[in-house]
């Protein structure tokens, strides 16, 4: 995700409603508030807030554990979708009323999001604003990852971890329409049928069970990628399953544990272990960021790809809706309906 300003907003006189986190902590440290609308600069566009989607890492930078720190107090919220409501100098792609999305480190979580030109995107006809914020950092996240990291083929076999959270299932959905057969693992009956319904052929609830030979049940011939969301005690058990030549991709931690692997493994399987971020992804490979983004906002635009909202709130609920994401019980994506709030 790009970068934004770390500071609260202090410009315009008109206020507008805000999350904010003024200490560190628990998702119900974060308030809403009333704060001056943000200063627009050059390159820059404000955008009325409409929806907005919670992402893991709203969580962990609410908490102080992100890879980043933010100084305090910020706004959280890392994607966004709305309509342009003022354009800064030199602005050239967009006009005031078009429907743009955009993420962010911080600050979607407001009625008003002032963001660069560069970072924002037109939102296709015919998607609705919800599902355009619930999009732009779980279904890029996992369409970068099978398209141009694991470099996944129709046909194979993909495992996916955390298939009912946002990336998990956003990884289920892309990558059976890549024509991969697809195996989902997740915690809770609901997260399972989320996924078959996304088109996940075997579903494994890994809750009290030995997920080492599960896999080795479901997945005889073993599978060829591992898309790894989670950590913890699962990455073992899912790199075991992989077969000769296969690719393990390391997503995050939503387990909170970095998972430790035996490089023996790696020898005897002849597998690889690779990592993605989204910034350092951006900026070293911006040619396959933009194609995949092309690609990507074809299969959103033409309905091809709708990603699944398991909880809408309004915005005075922000510490409920990062609460349901802290704990792992979302299905798929939460979003923020800033626009309906009072
Ligand atoms: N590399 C990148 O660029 C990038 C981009 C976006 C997100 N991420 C990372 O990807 C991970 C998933 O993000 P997300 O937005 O998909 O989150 P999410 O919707 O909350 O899903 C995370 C899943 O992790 C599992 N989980 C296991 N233990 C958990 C725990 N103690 N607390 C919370 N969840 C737990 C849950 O699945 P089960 O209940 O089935 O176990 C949950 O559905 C996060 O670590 C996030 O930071 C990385």
């Known amino acids: 995700m790009p970068s934004s300003r770390s500071a609260l907003p202090h410009g315009k006189a008109a206020d507008v409603r805000a999350a904010v ?8 440290v974060v308030t809403v508030e009333e704060l001056p609308s943000p200063p627009l600069g050059a390159g820059q566009v404000r955008v ?9 890492p709203d969580v962990l930078l609410v908490a102080d554990h992100y890879q980043l720190s933010v100084p ?33 480190m911080m600050g979607g979580f407001a009625e008003e999001v002032v963001a660069g030109a560069e970072g924002l995107l037109t939102i296709p006809s015919g998607v609705d604003d919800r599902h355009a914020a619930a999009f732009g ?19 194979e076999e993909l495992l996916v971890l955390g298939a009912g959270g946002g990336v998990g299932l956003a990884a289920v959905q892309l990558g059976a329409q890549m024509g991969a057969s697809v195996t989902a693992v997740a915690s809770s009956v609901a997260k399972l049928e989320a996924a078959a319904s996304y088109g996940a052929s075997n579903g494994i609830d890994y809750r009290g069970v030995d997920l080492r030979a599960s896999l080795r049940t479901v997945l005889r011939e073993g599978s ?35 998972p430790r692997i035996p490089l023996n493994l790696v020898l005897l399987k002849g597998c690889r272990i690779l990592g993605f971020q989204f910034r350092d992804f951006a ?52 979003v923020l309906d800033i626009a309906a709030t009072p």
């Open 137 to 155: 950092v779980a279904h890029r996240t996992a369409f970068h990852i099978l398209r141009s990291v694991a470099a996944l083929q129709p046909g």
């Open 21 to 28: 986190c003024h200490t560190y902590g628990e998702p119900e």
């Open 283 to 334: 900026e070293h490979a911006p040619e396959a960021l933009a194609r995949n983004d092309r690609e990507l906002w074809s299969l959103l635009g033409d309905g091809s790809i709708v990603p699944h909202i398991g909880a809408v709130f309004g915005l005075d609920e922000v510490a409920n809706a990062l609460r349901l994401v802290a704990d792992g019980r979302a299905v798929g994506k939460v």
């Open 72 to 104: 305090t107090p910020f706004v959280p919220g890392s994607e966004f979708a709305g309509v342009v409501e003022e354009i800064g100098d030199g602005v050239r792609s967009f006009t005031v009323g078009d429907r743009v999305m955009g993420t962010l």
């Open 48 to 56: 009325r807030v409409v929806a907005a989607a919670v992402n893991f």
């Open 224 to 258: 060829d990628v591992v898309f790894d969301p989670v950590g913890g005690e699962l990455a073992e058990p899912a790199l075991r399953s992989l077969r000769w030549g296969g690719r393990f991709v390391t997503v995050g931690y939503a387990s909170g544990v970095i």
